[in-house]
Each structure stands twice: as C-alpha cells, then as structure tokens.
Nanobody, 120 residues
Framework: QVHVRESGGGLVQAGGSLRLSCVASGRTYHMGWVRQASGKEREFLAGISASGGQTSYADSVKGRFTISRDNAKNSVSLQMDSAQPDDKAVYSC????????????????WGQGIQVTVSS
C-alpha cells in the first residue's frame, strides 16, 4: 500500500510565502498538488515527473508557485509565493504512475490533504 503524507500547511499572510511538502512511500512516482476551496471543484496546481525533469502548472499559479522534488527522500515540495486570499483551500498531494500533468486516474494515490489559509 502506498502512503502519501503532506505537511507544512497553515496560515500565511497575503503576499507571504508558504512551503508545502509531501512524502510518498514505495517507488518513485510522478507527483503533484491539487487544491479544493470550499464550494469549488478540485483544481490541479502543479505536477512534476518522476525524474524531476518536467513540470506542469495551472495558469492560476504559474509564476507564483514552484514545484520541486528530492528523489533521495521521495518527496515533493510546493513553494507558494505571493499568497492571495483565493489560495485558501485544502491542498492535497498525489502520486501517479500515469502522468504528472493531471491526477484523475483511478490508480493515483492521495494524501489526506492539509489546510492553507491566507489572511488579508
């Protein structure tokens, strides 16, 4: 069984920065982040290939969020800069054998999600 665990959520001031981390057990996967704000659909944010050589970002966070990974630790991070009130959501990490560009496959693995709140 694959375990995916996020950390680093919490409160950030508007304009500030926050770094989310995620660790997946087992082999090296494509990994990424999605979020779901209250009353809204789940939104893909960023993904990174298993090798770390390719990344993908949603237009809504491109230039503000940066995804990176450390394969020695089987971990991925999401650096959130210039936080905005609309960034408030539950952020979830996903691990996939299929792609780094989206996380909708039934075989994808998910963490439980962590809350990020942006204070104005």
């Amino acid at each position: 069984q694959v375990h995916v665990r996020e950390s680093g959520g919490g409160l950030v001031q508007a304009g500030g920065s926050l770094r989310l981390s995620c660790v997946a057990s087992g082999r090296t996967y494509h990994m990424g982040w999605v979020r779901q704000a209250s009353g809204k659909e789940r939104e893909f944010l960023a993904g990174i290939s298993a090798s770390g050589g390719q990344t993908s970002y949603a237009d809504s966070v491109k230039g503000r969020f940066t995804i990176s990974r450390d394969n020695a630790k089987n971990s991925v991070s999401l650096q959130m800069d210039s936080a905005q009130p609309d960034d408030k959501a539950v952020y979830s990490c996903a691990a996939s054998n299929v792609t780094w560009k989206s996380y909708q496959h039934p075989s994808d693995y998910w963490g439980q999600g962590i809350q990020v709140t942006v204070s104005s």
